[in-house]
């Protein structure tokens, strides 16, 4: 019923079942955990509650990409995350690093990171697909237009998945270009980046026509701001960051059940037990037993 879309990145563990990415901001202005763990011993702490409640990865980030956030310094990013990288992979936790920047890529791969989980897809750093391709590990192009600050100006589409889908493909040309190992990418639709919420579910609903990109398929929706709006309360508030939970799981457990390769969450537990639910559930009575 879904096809066969590529469920495995080169290096990076094949359990059966879409991959579960923990996410660990050490930013202070990330929309929904922002300051919690900006400092290394905080962060660190979390990276392993992460990898206790069952995450294959812990994705380490140092630059919030909440609409309107002010891009860190070099250095700044450099000072939040490579600490972090080191000492989580010391602990034999797998690490991605989640950034637009060439060298924080480098530094965190030089400290054990295993993937590159670029939100721009290459486009912020003309130096991002050389570096990747130099380096040898996996990594993630998400759909991207803007940095924050104006993303959400750009939020014009024909056909939202028409239009991700070309965009994707031009950034997967690049990288081909740069010699990037195809068998080690993997493309993310950037939900919430340069979308509307309705975008955003457009993106969703047509998740299966992604995989003819034929890369593994990202999808991270947790807390963000298009499952605040569904569940507004009666005045239209939306409902706040921290009590977006249980949607998403319900959206983890659907974009699995979707064929993602990968979903990304702050909350790890019920995110892992979505996933392996939707993996259950598309095994059917063929699965019992597995
Ligand atoms: N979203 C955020 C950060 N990193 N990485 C990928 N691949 N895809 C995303 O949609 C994505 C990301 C948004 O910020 P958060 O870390 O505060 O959730």
Redesign the pocket.
């Known amino acids: 019923m879904f096809g066969h879309p590529p469920r495995s990145v080169a290096g990076l563990p094949r359990p059966g079942r879409a991959l579960v ?1 923990g ?1 660990l ?1 050490v ?1 202070p202005d ?5 300051g919690r763990y900006l400092e290394p011993d905080k962060a660190v702490a979390h990276g392993r509650e992460l990898v206790a409640e069952g995450a294959d990865l812990v ?1 380490v ?1 140092g630059e ?3 609409p309107g956030a002010r891009r860190p310094s070099v250095e700044e990013e450099l000072a939040r995350v490579v600490p972090v990288v080191e000492a989580l992979v010391a602990e034999g936790v797998l690490v991605s690093v ?1 950034t637009m920047r060439a060298t924080v890529a480098e530094r965190a791969v030089d400290a054990g990171a295993v993937l590159v ?3 721009s897809g290459g486009r912020a750093d003309p130096d991002m697909l050389d570096t990747v391709a130099r380096l040898g590990t996996a990594y ?1 192009l ?1 759909h991207w237009r803007a940095h924050s600050n104006e993303m959400q100006q750009h939020a014009t589409y024909g056909d939202v998945v028409d239009d991700v889908m070309r965009e994707l493909r031009e950034q997967l040309d690049a990288a081909d270009r740069a010699g990037l190992d195809p068998a080690r990418g993997a493309v ?6 340069s979308k509307t919420a309705d975008q955003n579910w457009d993106v969703l609903a047509g998740m299966e026509r992604l995989h003819a990109l034929g890369r593994p398929v ?7 701001r298009f499952l605040g709006a569904l569940l507004a309360d009666a005045h239209g508030e939306p409902r706040p960051p921290g009590l977006r939970e249980d949607a998403t799981t319900a959206t983890s457990a659907l974009a699995a059940l979707a064929g993602a390769w990968c979903v ?1 969450t ?1 909350s790890v537990r019920a995110t892992l037990d979505a996933v392996l639910v939707a993996q259950r559930w598309a095994a059917g009575a063929g699965g019992a037993g597995a």
């Open positions: 990415m996410v901001n930013t990330s929309f929904s955990d922002g994705d980030g919030s990409t909440r989640d989980n670029d939100v993630v998400m993310d639709p950037g939900i919430g980046f990202l999808i991270a929706t947790s807390r963000k990304r702050h």
